[in-house]
Structures are given as structure tokens and as C-alpha cells.
């Protein structure tokens, strides 16, 4: 099947002798038991349910993986991952990332005695370089949040292979629509399905996605041991949104490379982080591994006070810190996404006090360059 069909018929349903289209919500905690040592293969939700199995189904699919896990959140999704590594393992990971990734890593996973080195991955070489004999894994985000780097995953995959290290793709930000790490050679997919797989801003949720089976049994084992899975109305949310996520991200993209076209002439931009500019850095690596660029968008202003006046006159685009949704949302990383993240760090990475971010949606691309133009002009509307 074409992954537009997948996205609409893509799981198997659970057995329903009523013919539903829309896949029942098993809104139940317990499962009775057929007889003694019998089991109707559900017992109790925490373990799985029904219309979580479905949204499994479907996610493992579109990303062409083996087994899918889905859990409460993003955050559950990489906590319960973490309950691979134990006490000395070493990870790599990238060093733009999500915050609350990075607050995960950095203030409570290190605590349990695993160690990370944060840096850039664009470079692969650089990469296996420091890998040492106590790393079990390379962490992922490309391109990343919010700064659009982008790592050449088949590249750092050829140098994980063989060696005993995972390589672990945050592919929120391009959605299977895009790009397909386990294709490229990945092991792990982790999603905020709150993001574009949802795609409504109305649910959280978070996914893993494994090629190997052995693997996806034992992150089974932890979501059920921890408790992360899965609400089944959240599952539902997301098998909902999934059905659209085709047109809606060939729609954010078409709008989101206008809006940068734009941006990028204004005088009152420095710079626009957008993978599908010619200028960008990384721009041949994007084109190569994934099918186009994504609806997500970085610039710096000029000047700080800009960033209050865009802020506070945006009347199409929301002012919230979420991404992916039909809904254009901006950001400022600087006090929201990435506020955890150590001064000295953020600004080495480029996350200073003239960034913002865009997610942009799927409203007409005239109304929210007329709604930019407006701030940047610091009229309101009416
Ligand atoms: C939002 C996000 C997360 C965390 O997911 P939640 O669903 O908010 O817990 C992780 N990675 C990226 C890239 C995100 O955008």
C-alpha cells in the first residue's frame, strides 16, 4: 500500500462484528477472562488495549518498522526508552535538541548513572570518533529544534552498525510522510505523535517504532512495568489525525516555503532556518533522505525588541509553544521550548533572544504572510 492509504487504512482493527469505519475506543481498564488460564489476549490496559494496538499497528507501517509502542507522551515515550540503558552506558546525542529532552537527559537520567555527550552530528566522522566501548547509543534529532540542523542519518547509521550501538531517530519534526529513518538505517523511531501525527494540538502522545521484534518486546515490557502506555480516546485522537497527516503536510510545507521565501527578504531578518533553502547547510543532505523539508521554520529578527511586537500582534498565528498541528503556532525558545537549557549552551547554539519558530499550518499562506507582515509592522488588525 501507498503510505496515503496506510495513513487512512493502515491498522488492522480489532475484531468488531458491527462493521465500524472508525476504530471502536475500548474505553476500559480491565478484560474479563474467558475461562481459568484463558485470556481474550487482553487483560488489562495498561499492559494493551485494543485501539492503542491499532495506532501501533498503523505507526509501525508508516515508518515500515516491525512493532510500534505507543505511549502517553513524547516524554513517556523517551522515558520508558531510557530503561534500555543501565548504569555506565554512554549516549551521544544531539546537541540542539527538544528541552525537555535535553532536561530529561541532562538532570534526571544522568542522575541514574548513564552519561551523554552532547554535540553536533552533521558531522558523521566526528560522531564515531567519540564513540568509546561504553556507548550504546547515538540519539537523534534531524532536522533539529530549533536550530534545523540536519544529520546525515545512513551516514551515522554505516558508523553505528556492528558496534553495538543504537541509533535512535526523534523524527517528529518530518513525520514518515518525509522521512523514514529505519529505511535509511536507523533502529529506534521516537515521535511526539502530540505533533504532527496527531496534527490538531487537541492530544498528547508518543511513539516508538522498532525494526527488530526481540526489541519492541522489551519496551513492551517497560511501558507495561512503568505505566506509559497509551489512553485508549488518546489513541483514537491520534488514528483520527493520522488519516490526514499526507495532505496535511504536503499542505504546512507548500505554505512553510513561501513564508520562509518571505521572511527572507524582510529587512528586519537576519537569518531564516528552513532545510529546504538553497543556503541552508545541509540542504543536498535533506534533499538526498527525505522526500522534502518540512513546515517548520527558524529566524532571527534583528533586533530584540521585534520579538515582543511579533509576539503580541500575531492574530492568525497563536503565540504557544507547540508544533505540527493544522494550527500556526510561534514560539520563542529562548523563554519557552529550550528555557532549561544552560545560558551558555543555548547561545552557543545560536537559541538567543532574537529566535523565534515557527510551525506553520494549514491556513491560506496569503493570510499568514499578511498576519507576519502585520507584526513585523507592529499593527494590529483592527
Ligand atoms: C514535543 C516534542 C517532544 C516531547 O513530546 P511530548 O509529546 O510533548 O511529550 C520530543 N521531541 C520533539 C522533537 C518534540 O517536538
Known amino acids: 500500500m501507498e503510505f496515503e492509504t496506510i495513513c487512512v487504512r493502515g491498522g488492522d482493527k480489532p ?3 458491527t462493521g465500524a469505519i472508525s476504530v471502536p475506543i475500548y474505553q476500559t481498564a480491565a478484560f474479563a477472562h474467558p475461562g481459568l488460564g484463558r485470556s481474550t489476549g487482553y487483560d ?58 535535553h532536561r530529561l537527559f541532562s538532570q534526571l537520567t ?4 548513564l552519561r551523554f555527550t552532547f554535540m553536533s552530528t552533521t558531522d558523521a566522522e566526528r560522531v564515531a570518533e567519540c564513540c568509546t566501548p561504553a556507548t550504546k547509543a547515538v540519539f537523534i534529532e534531524t532536522p533539529t529544534n530549533p536550530m534545523m540542523h540536519v544529520t546525515d542519518i545512513a551516514a551515522v547509521a554505516a558508523r553505528c552498525a ?18 523514514k529513518p529505519l529505511d535509511l538505517g536507523a533502529d529506534i523511531v521516537m515521535h511526539s505523535g ?3 501525527l496527531g496534527g490538531h494540538n487537541d492530544a498528547l502522545a508518543g511513539l516508538l517504532v522498532v525494526r527488530d521484534r526481540a526489541l519492541a518486546e522489551r519496551l513492551r515490557f517497560f511501558s507495561m512495568s ?33 513564508i520562509a521565501a518571505w521572511l527572507a527578504e524582510r529587512p528586519e531578518v537576519r537569518a531564516v532556518y528552513y532545510p529546504g533553502r538553497e543556503d541552508h547547510p545541509q540542504y543536498e543532505v535533506s534533499r538526498r533522505q527525505a522526500k522534502g523539508f518540512g513546515a517548520m521554520i527558524s529566524f532571527e529578527v534583528t533586533e530584540t525588541g521585534l520579538v515582543k511586537q511579533i509576539l503580541e500582534n500575531v492574530r492568525v498565528i497563536h503565540f504557544a509553544e507547540s508544533l505540527g498541528g493544522v494550527d500556526s503556532l510561534m514560539t520563542y ?13 543555548r547561545l552557543a547554539q545560536g537559541i538567543n533572544d532574537r529566535l523565534l519558530r515557527l510551525s506553520v499550518g494549514i491556513e491560506a499562506a496569503a493570510d499568514l504572510i499578511a498576519d507576519l507582515a502585520r507584526a513585523f509592522g507592529g499593527q494590529d488588525i483592527e
Open 15 to 17: 475484531y468488531d462484528r
Open 44 to 101: 488489562y490496559s495498561r499492559a494493551q488495549n485494543p485501539t492503542r494496538e491499532c495506532l501501533e499497528n498503523i505507526a509501525a507501517n508508516l515508518e515500515n518498522g516491525a512493532e510500534a509502542v505507543a505511549f502517553s507522551s513524547g516524554m513517556a515515550a523517551l522515558t520508558t526508552l531510557m530503561a534500555l540503558f543501565a548504569p555506565g552506558d554512554h549516549l551521544i546525542v544531539s546537541d540542539d535538541l527538544y528541552g525537555g529532552t
Open 110 to 113: 544522568e542522575r541514574g548513572g
Open 162 to 179: 556492528g558496534r553495538g550501538i543504537r541509533l535512535i531517530v526523534d523524527n517528529t519534526f518530518l513525520t514518515p510522510a518525509l522521512q
Open 194 to 196: 502530540t505533533k504532527y
Open 226 to 258: 512503568l505505566g506509559t502506555g497509551l489512553a485508549p480516546f488518546d489513541a483514537w485522537l491520534i488514528i483520527r489525525g493520522i488519516k490526514t497527516l499526507a495532505l496535511r503536510v504536503a499542505r504546512q510545507e507548500e505554505n512553510a516555503r513561501r
Open 333 to 345: 525558545p529562548v523563554l519557552q521550548t529550550h528555557a532549561d537549557i544552560p545560558e551558555e549552551k
